[in-house]
Nanobody, 115 residues
């Protein structure tokens, strides 16, 4: 049974930082592209960042470039998203996705950026 469990979401002030983590089980983690997506109220889910199986290549949404960093630890089956200089428009539920032919999603973690 595949499980992706996100953690680290919280309420943070504008300009603050958060680190999200996603722990995977039930898959050969090192075979999978991993991604972080987010969905704000009333909006479609969108890609935030993605990383290849070996971690050599990453891709970011323009809105987060220079502020967010995706990383993975294949020994620990985890993928992380370091988020700095957070803005109110970063408020959303953040989801972890594993992709290799088919997709697996986590349940999401809430990030709220507000003063």
């Amino acid at each position: 049974q595949v499980q992706l469990v996100e953690s680290g979401g919280a309420l943070v002030q504008p300009g603050g930082s958060l680190r999200l983590s996603c722990a995977a089980s039930g898959i050969i983690f090192s075979w999978y592209d991993m991604g972080w997506y987010r969905q704000a109220p009333g909006k479609q889910r969108e890609l935030v960042a993605q990383i290849t199986p070996g971690g050599r290549s990453t891709n970011y949404a323009d809105s987060v470039k220079g502020r967010f960093t995706i990383s993975r630890d294949n020994a620990k089956n985890t993928v992380n998203l370091q988020m700095n200089s957070l803005k109110p428009e970063d408020t959303a539920v953040y989801y972890c996705k594993a992709s290799r032919g088919r997709d697996y999603w986590g349940q999401g973690t809430q990030v709220t950026v507000s003063s």
